[in-house]
């Protein structure tokens, strides 16, 4: 073995310690998204491995069918739990093997566009991005979209040199389930089309081929995502398909929120500051921006940010740091490839020389840059590894309702439907937000409902309880989000449980 196959494997190496730290962690925080997986995984599970009806828990007295992604994430977890038996862990390391199966191909990809030296570079960042580290043992679908997105990128490039059908076939099948998968991803078409513009020309759009691609890319998420939305439309379930608008409007460009919070999430989680810095350099300093190395990462983001700009009202948000994992593979090129330009024209011909006052000036001229680019490179590493440990952190902390459970299962005892409190109904411009909180559901195994915090009132919850609601897990940050509610219901409802964060409420 040679060692630049030692090489690609302590980078994979690197790459797995870093994303496997919580593979083992439970379902003990307050992401609704894992929850919800969870839950869907269950009901699979318990309830007869219907595909195609996926149930969430909040549905009240309804069968809980829900308008959401291609479920296959959730029900591969049913499917080793009936093989297994059933270990939370399981959904996480499913999500570990999709992302390290993501790097593998972003791996070749890299080789398949760059000379080694640079390959390793590029395939290094990619390893150690905070952001497709924190979301590779999360339970949510990215691992799984991610993988498929980054295949589609790669058969799709081979594609474009080769034209043959494999990878034609290759790339729509990737496409097809990267949509379905989330339909976030639907922007890599931008990044196809330009592309083809870039190596093609744009009468090659109407090619028969490509027609045969984009149609095998597009409709079976069509169909899926139609049949999904009577879910929503019978039931009034979804995952925040239907039920909170993500989508830019004029308000864009009078409000700066939105473009500083996807510059934020960008800089915090996908570029670590330091590397935006070394791309800069490396294009005011080198040859960089002629190379087609080069528009290809641009395209990407050109790409990437479009879809940003489009579903600003989500991207911009400080929660919504998952969704600029789009970002990694053109970022790593970008960073990958600056560090390679400026090694070539900085450092592969520097010269130690004795030092004298004569030639003081000229050597530490030449040294400016190389030093400079050894420190930022320093800090970028180091800012990956803090970025990733304080996220991962953030996001697998364990709530405190989490330690109230057992508590709470002694009190509501059998399966009666419960209340819970939700999340906001609308964002401050009015826009509707996907507020279900799923959580107690799953920890307690209930079902039952949400009731949002802008409707929290007296006559809701006596709605909810003629409905068949038996308790309210209210959560005291947000009834303090509505003068008096608390009070209300103290006069109206007996209290069977209270610590510093719930107060459970028996309505009947």
Same mark, same amino acid.
Request: proline share 3%.
């Given at each position: 073995?040679?060692?630049?196959?030692?090489?690609?494997?302590?980078?994979?190496?690197?790459?797995?310690?870093?994303?496997?730290?919580?593979?083992?962690?439970?379902?003990?925080?307050?992401?609704?998204?894992?929850?919800?997986?969870?839950?869907?995984?269950?009901?699979?599970?318990?309830?007869?491995?219907?595909?195609?009806?996926?149930?969430?828990?909040?549905?009240?007295?309804?069968?809980?069918?829900?308008?959401?992604?291609?479920?296959?994430?959730?029900?591969?977890?049913?499917?080793?739990?009936?093989?297994?038996?059933?270990?939370?862990?399981?959904?996480?390391?499913?999500?570990?093997?999709?992302?390290?199966?993501?790097?593998?191909?972003?791996?070749?990809?890299?080789?398949?566009?760059?000379?080694?030296?640079?390959?390793?570079?590029? #395939? %290094? /960042?990619?390893? =150690?991005?905070?952001?497709? *580290?924190?979301?590779?043992?999360?339970?949510?679908?990215?691992? &799984?979209?991610?993988?498929?997105?980054?295949?589609?990128?790669?058969?799709?490039?081979?594609?474009?040199?080769?034209?043959?059908?494999?990878?034609?076939?290759?790339?729509?099948?990737?496409?097809?389930?990267?949509?379905?998968?989330?339909?976030?991803?639907?922007?890599?078409?931008?990044?196809?089309?330009?592309?083809?513009?870039?190596?093609?020309?744009?009468?090659?759009?109407?090619?028969?081929?490509?027609?045969?691609?984009?149609?095998?890319?597009?409709?079976?998420?069509?169909?899926?995502?139609?049949?999904?939305?009577?879910?929503?439309?019978?039931?009034?379930?979804?995952?925040?398909?239907?039920?909170?608008?993500?989508?830019?409007?004029?308000?864009?460009?009078?409000?700066? #929120? %939105? /473009?500083?919070? =996807?510059?934020?999430?960008? *800089?915090?989680?996908?570029?670590?500051?330091?590397?935006?810095? &070394?791309?800069?350099?490396?294009?005011?300093?080198?040859?960089?921006?002629?190379?087609?190395?080069?528009?290809?990462?641009?395209?990407?983001?050109?790409?990437?940010?479009?879809?940003?700009?489009?579903?600003?009202?989500?991207?911009?948000?400080?929660?919504?740091?998952?969704?600029?994992?789009?970002?990694?593979?053109?970022?790593?090129?970008?960073?990958?490839?600056?560090?390679?330009?400026?090694?070539?024209?900085?450092?592969?011909?520097?010269?130690?020389?004795?030092?004298?006052?004569?030639?003081?000036?000229?050597?530490?001229?030449?040294?400016?840059?190389?030093?400079?680019?050894?420190?930022?490179?320093?800090?970028?590493?180091?800012?990956?590894?803090?970025?990733?440990?304080?996220?991962?952190?953030?996001?697998?902390?364990?709530?405190?309702?989490?330690?109230?459970?057992?508590?709470?299962?002694?009190? &509501?005892?059998?399966?009666?439907?419960?209340?819970?409190?939700?999340?906001?109904?609308?964002?401050?411009?009015?826009?509707?937000?996907?507020?279900?909180?799923?959580?107690?559901?799953?920890?307690?195994?209930?079902?039952?409902?949400?009731?949002?915090?802008?409707?929290?009132?007296?006559?809701?919850?006596?709605?909810?309880?003629?409905?068949?609601?038996?308790?309210?897990?209210?959560?005291?940050?947000?009834?303090?989000?509505?003068?008096?509610?608390?009070?209300?219901?103290?006069?109206?409802?007996?209290?069977?449980?209270?610590?510093?964060?719930?107060?459970?409420?028996?309505?009947?």
């Amino acid at each position: 073995m040679n060692k630049l196959k030692y090489i690609w494997i302590i980078i994979f190496l690197v790459g797995l310690g870093l994303r496997s730290t919580y593979v083992l962690h439970p379902i003990d925080t307050l992401s609704w998204r894992e929850s919800d997986e969870a839950a869907i995984a269950k009901n699979y599970y318990e309830n007869h491995m219907h595909f195609f009806h996926p149930q969430i828990n909040w549905g009240g007295t309804g069968p809980g069918f829900a308008e959401m992604e291609f479920p296959v994430y959730p029900y591969l977890i049913a499917l080793s739990y009936k093989v297994f038996g059933f270990h939370e862990s399981v959904g996480r390391i499913i999500a570990l093997i999709f992302s390290l199966a993501a790097m593998l191909v972003f791996f070749r990809l890299s080789r398949l566009l760059f000379d080694k030296r640079t390959a390793i570079i590029v #395939s %290094f /960042f990619f390893a =150690i991005s905070p952001l497709s *580290i924190v979301v590779s043992d999360t339970i949510q679908p990215e691992s &799984i979209m991610f993988f498929f997105y980054v295949c589609a990128a790669y058969t799709f490039i081979r594609w474009l040199e080769d034209e043959s059908y494999k990878n034609l076939l290759l790339t729509a099948f990737c496409t097809a389930f990267a949509l379905l998968s989330k339909i976030t991803a639907g922007h890599i078409g931008i990044l196809f089309l330009l592309l083809i513009l870039t190596k093609k020309n744009w009468k090659f759009l109407f090619n028969y081929r490509l027609i045969l691609f984009g149609t095998l890319s597009l409709v079976p998420s069509m169909l899926w995502y139609n049949y999904s939305h009577q879910f929503y439309i019978n039931y009034g379930n979804s995952l925040g398909l239907s039920n909170e608008y993500a989508w830019v409007g004029l308000d864009f460009f009078t409000d700066p #929120s %939105f /473009f500083l919070g =996807i510059i934020k999430n960008e *800089i915090h989680y996908v570029w670590m500051s330091y590397g935006l810095v &070394i791309v800069l350099l490396a294009i005011f300093l080198t040859t960089l921006v002629k190379t087609s190395n080069f528009k290809l990462a641009f395209f990407w983001i050109v790409a990437v940010f479009i879809f940003y700009v489009i579903a600003s009202r989500t991207t911009s948000e400080n929660w919504a740091y998952y969704y600029h994992i789009f970002s990694v593979p053109a970022a790593s090129i970008l960073l990958g490839i600056s560090i390679a330009a400026l090694y070539e024209k900085y450092f592969q011909y520097l010269k130690f020389e004795f030092v004298n006052l004569s030639n003081l000036v000229p050597f530490l001229t030449n040294m400016i840059v190389p030093l400079l680019l050894i420190v930022l490179l320093f800090l970028q590493i180091a800012y990956s590894f803090r970025s990733t440990y304080r996220k991962k952190n953030e996001v697998f902390q364990t709530s405190e309702y989490y330690l109230s459970r057992n508590k709470l299962s002694e009190i &509501i005892t059998n399966k009666p439907l419960i209340l819970a409190s939700g999340f906001i109904c609308a964002d401050s411009k009015g826009y509707p937000k996907a507020y279900n909180s799923s959580y107690f559901f799953y920890w307690l195994n209930k079902k039952g409902y949400n009731i949002c915090i802008g409707e929290q009132t007296i006559e809701n919850v006596k709605t909810f309880s003629e409905k068949g609601a038996s308790y309210f897990i209210a959560e005291k940050s947000a009834l303090k989000q509505k003068n008096g509610f608390e009070e209300e219901l103290n006069k109206n409802y007996i209290s069977l449980y209270h610590d510093d964060g719930l107060i459970v409420y028996k309505l009947k």
